[in-house]
């Protein structure tokens, strides 16, 4: 009986269905634990503020509760005097602007009427009033710090300098699930003061909320510091390293950005016009067009690239497509003339800078081995050991 279900088609499709529930209810499961031990991680924190403020017990306590912990329950690893370290400075991270903004709304209500305006919020510093709210939290002032690895938590708090900007990567880790690498990446890279920062005219062209959302696509400038060019490189020669390394550039333009090609021909009326860089967005649902400029803006940069986006609306482009998107990358701009210059245009453009790592001279890399002579001189190396 047993084999014949084995090959049962009826038998295989609910087994499938089974299994796609388990696995579910694993990750529903992970992702529980994962919460619950971090809505621990901050009672636990506020726990060891509290105790080292008000029973004075110092430094000396996290490295005895380390000990002890770690004596009780040594198949955990959380307990490390490092990450009791950690727990405390990711409750003092997030929680000291909510503290300070309790303890100022306490103190004033508590205050009579015709005083609540004139008293100086300087002067609300009271002990026994921050320990009383201390107490009262009990969650995570910010309940989305739970929904990310602990590894994520502990490196958003390492490189942003305030709540604003950690909650920012905290909510791009949810929205796009990036892994701990992306997630440093980003931060390093500077996404939080470079998203939505270039010129555009989106909210001119596009509808509510595709403006809105089509502005979130956008970096002022992008980095492109995986290339390494040399000093006199041209446009297709930066095409063509950013085609190279498609994969990195991709994670610079952001999610949802797929491919379609470089040096895309487009045929209007007898002549041949040929787009850098195509691509669609899966999220906003059009085509965008990139074009690269290694020189300067210029206002003609942009009435080419209106009129590559003209030819893909009209070539390309179906009835369930948005309109195209057009984003045109250059070396510096002149903010002032890049509006200047968007301002009558129809479709929707921005522009933005870009940065690359310092370009190598050309005799230098002349003189640099090929990988052939580096695997050549590492053999004759290992022939001698």
Not at 122 to 148: L, N, R, Y
Not at 228 to 254: C, P, W
Request: aromatic share 10%.
């Amino acid at each position: 009986m047993s084999s014949d279900l084995i090959i049962d088609k009826e038998y295989k499709s609910w087994l499938s269905g089974i299994k796609l529930k388990v696995r579910n209810v694993q990750i529903k499961a992970a992702l529980k634990v994962q919460t619950e031990l971090l809505n621990f991680y901050w009672e636990l924190g506020a726990d060891i503020v509290v105790k080292q403020t008000k029973a004075r017990w110092g430094d000396g306590l996290i490295k005895q509760l380390s000990r002890d912990l770690m004596a009780e329950f040594p198949e955990m690893k959380g307990f490390s005097k490092r990450n009791l370290e950690l727990i405390r400075q990711w409750y003092q991270f997030y929680s000291s602007a909510t503290l300070s903004n309790q303890i100022t709304q306490q103190a004033v209500s508590q205050l009579p009427a015709e005083q609540k305006v004139k008293q100086p919020v300087g002067q609300i510093h009271d002990a026994e009033k921050s320990q009383q709210v201390v107490d009262q939290i009990e969650q995570p002032a910010f309940p989305q710090i739970t929904q990310i690895p602990w590894g994520h938590n502990i490196a958003i708090i390492a490189k942003c300098k305030n709540i604003d900007e950690a909650l920012y990567y905290v909510q791009c880790t949810i929205s796009h699930n990036w892994s701990r690498s992306v997630l440093v990446h980003q931060i390093e890279s500077g996404l939080y003061k470079r998203e939505g920062r270039s010129v555009h005219n989106f909210a001119l062209t596009l509808p509510k909320p595709q403006s809105d959302l089509a502005v979130q696509t956008l970096k002022d400038p992008y980095i492109f510091d995986f290339l390494i060019m040399t000093k006199d490189y041209t446009e297709r020669d930066l095409e063509n390293a950013l085609v190279s390394h498609v994969r990195q550039f991709l994670l610079e333009l952001g999610v949802g950005f797929a491919y379609m090609g470089q040096q895309i021909a487009m045929q209007v009326g007898e002549r041949e016009f040929f787009v850098d860089l195509l691509f669609y967005h899966t999220k906003l649902h059009c085509y965008v067009v990139v074009e690269l400029k290694v020189v300067d803006f210029e206002p003609e940069h942009a009435g080419k690239l209106n009129f590559y986006m003209k030819a893909i609306d009209s070539q390309l482009r179906t009835e369930h497509d948005q309109p195209t998107i057009g984003i045109l990358i250059c070396k510096k701009k002149d903010r002032i003339v890049a509006e200047y210059a968007l301002s009558d245009i129809n479709k929707p453009i921005g522009v933005s800078e870009y940065r690359l790592t310092e370009s190598i001279p050309d005799t230098f890399r002349e003189s640099l081995p090929t990988v052939e002579q580096i695997e050549a001189e590492l053999g004759e190396s290992g022939d001698k050991f």
